[in-house]
């Protein structure tokens, strides 16, 4: 068990319905601690590098539409093998087979609006809390 930082993003969709206190309260009630926190208004070409990967796909013009049409919430989440539990409190990205007391079953219905964003891997969460905060201290506060 080794202490982790992971990224995360409360979607545009999800914070014009006033559940962004409702998602972080989520992920502090187990035990996860808010390292950054900030509302921005996402652009396009930041979102379209995060989701670079997915460029191909037949969904990603809808996907980056969505992330870009209000402000979203960027969070650094810290604690015990925080990237999987954040995953795991996410639940599965399509939002229909999430199950209820998931973050995206609770909350979510109809792709690409899944409320939250979180990093899937080590890897990417280094890469996403740069990409999405810079370079700092402790890679980002
Ligand atoms: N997405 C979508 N349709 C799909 C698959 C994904 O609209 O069939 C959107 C959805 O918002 C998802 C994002 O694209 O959160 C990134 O997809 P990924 O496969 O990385 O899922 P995640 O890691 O968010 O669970
Ligand atoms: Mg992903």
């Known amino acids: 068990m080794a202490v982790e930082r992971t990224f995360i993003i409360v979607k545009p969709e999800a914070v014009r319905r006033g559940l962004v206190g409702r998602v972080l309260a989520r992920l502090e009630g187990r035990g996860l601690r808010l390292v950054a926190l900030e509302v921005r208004q996402l652009t396009r070409p930041l979102v379209e590098e995060h989701y670079a990967h997915l460029k191909e796909k037949p969904f990603f013009p ?3 539409d969505s992330m870009v049409e209000s402000p979203a919430v960027l969070g650094i989440v810290e604690g015990p093998d925080a990237i999987e539990v954040v995953r795991r409190l996410a639940g599965p990205t399509n939002p229909v ?3 209820p007391g998931t973050i995206r079953g609770d909350w979510g ?3 690409p609006h899944n409320v939250i964003h ?3 891997s ?3 969460a280094q ?3 740069q990409l999405f905060f810079g370079p700092g201290p402790g890679a980002g506060r």
């Open 109 to 111: 219905l109809e792709l």
């Open 62 to 64: 809808g996907l980056v």
């Open 97 to 99: 087979e999430a199950p």
């Open 127 to 129: 890469r996403e809390i």
């Open 118 to 120: 979180a990093s899937d």
């Open 122 to 124: 080590p890897a990417s």
